[in-house]
């Protein structure tokens, strides 16, 4: 039995809104306003503490530390952490400000994981996403690394795709298993094919994922040919702010929830889905006439995480979508016609105004019984894990923070404190830097 274990990120204390990340509507919308930390990580602690109530297996990745000195000292900044930052402030603010970031809460772009049942060497295989896009995601890769072999020992680790151009990846935001009992299928979502001059592109913004990198982890992992569905994001929908896939569609086991314009080709895509998945594969397709695309962005309905329970399908969505009428239509009618049994609505609100939702969240990690057990307990949930991790975040987190205090060092100093009594509550040994 496969379990789709769900590895969140736990939201960092330099929880902030730098809006840096252009295609994301939300996160540059909401630049240079004030974050509230604290409350961010209660948030997804209550989503982690619902999944887990749910009985999914959960699991979590630390914070990575932040600022990031390493990344201002890089561009020639001199002197103690103090005179980094400061004059980091005073010079180099956007740098600053790509130092100091909280992203990697957003796990879905973590990694692509393949399980052991689906690769032809039997083994799980884990490729820390390259991120190179965005500046303030590119530095997370070695970090992420570190924290996915000490969490998953058991796996085979490949290293990032090579940094540049023709290999950008953003890791299982545009990758989706699928499974029933006739096959299964790894769907790899990609924006751009370098090799091919004449593929569609958008106008507005740069799409993220290139195919040759979505191929590369493919045969990297693997996974046989008749598993792997390659298919274009539609350019017209990464212009309207569908900056990952899981904008537009979220699958799991029999079912995918997609918009129609999610793909160049979305029924030639659903077709050729339906053929290696059967009659058991459900596609639950919303036309632009009942969501348009931009409400489809502003709801954050695809970005929903779901979940195959035991009671069936449960969507936890973003509390947006139950505030928009045309949203809670389409999840009451999927719920009412029985393809959901649960649709469950969560205050996101921190993670949502810098433009990710549940799914953006969680990496899942389809693992056996077996390597479950073998996961470092020190990830793991349960609930007086939670409970601890709830009373570290009320011990440690700011409530507020404004762009301004990103220089101070004494939020360096107290995320450092809070950092180290994390790992040693978790018997997580010394994962940062400034504890070796």
């Keep these: 039995m496969l379990l789709d274990v769900q590895f969140d990120g736990l939201v960092g204390p330099t929880h902030n809104y730098a809006g840096l990340s252009r295609g994301n509507v939300a996160s540059t919308t909401h630049g240079g306003a004030t974050s509230h930390p604290h409350a961010a990580a209660r948030q997804g602690l209550a989503k982690m503490r619902m999944v887990h109530d749910l009985g999914v297996p959960q699991a979590f990745l630390p914070p990575m530390e932040r600022p990031d000195l390493a990344t201002l000292r890089a561009e020639g900044l001199c002197g103690d952490d103090a005179a980094v930052l400061a004059a980091a402030a005073r010079e180099h603010p956007a740098l600053l400000a790509r130092a100091c970031s909280a992203s990697s809460m957003w796990t879905a772009n973590a990694a692509t994981v393949t399980p052991s049942c689906d690769s032809t060497d039997g083994k799980v295989h884990v490729t820390g996403a390259n991120l190179v896009s965005k500046a303030h995601r590119a530095i997370e890769g070695p970090m992420t690394a570190k924290l996915l072999r000490t969490a998953l020992p058991f796996a085979v680790h490949h290293p990032p795709l090579p940094a540049d151009g023709a290999h950008g990846d953003e890791g299982a935001a545009n990758h989706t298993r699928l499974q029933t009992e006739e096959g299964v299928v790894h769907l790899f979502a990609w924006g751009v094919d370098n090799d091919d001059p004449d593929a569609l592109k958008p106008a507005r913004f740069e799409a993220r994922q290139t195919r040759l990198a979505s191929a590369t982890i493919a045969q990297a992992h693997q996974l046989r040919a008749q598993c792997v569905v390659l298919v274009q994001q539609h350019p017209a929908a990464i212009d309207a702010g569908v900056f990952h896939n899981d904008v537009i569609s979220v699958g799991q086991g029999a079912l995918l929830l997609v918009h129609e314009r999610a793909f160049v080709d979305t029924p030639g895509v659903l077709e050729a889905l339906a053929d290696r998945l059967g009659k058991a594969f459900r596609p639950l397709v919303v036309t632009e006439a009942a969501l348009a695309v931009d409400e489809a962005v502003s ?80 990830f793991r949930i349960d609930g007086p894990t939670l409970d601890r991790l709830e009373a570290w975040v009320d011990r440690w987190y700011p409530r507020a923070l404004d762009p301004a205090d990103l220089a101070d060092p004494t939020l360096l100093e107290t995320s450092r404190e809070a950092l180290d009594a994390l790992t040693s509550m978790q018997d997580m040994g010394n994962l940062y830097p400034f504890q070796h």
């Design 299 to 378: 709801t954050y309905l695809f970005n929903s995480q779901l979940l195959h329970t035991a009671e069936g399908y449960v969507l936890i969505c973003p509390a947006q979508v139950a505030a928009h009428a045309s949203t809670a239509a389409l999840v009451q009618q999927w719920q009412a016609q029985g393809d959901l049994a649960r649709v469950e609505m969560l205050d996101l609100q921190e993670s949502m105004r810098n433009g990710g939702g549940p799914a953006c969240l969680r990496l899942r990690v389809p693992l056996s019984a077996d390597e479950l057990k073998q996961v470092h307990p020190g």
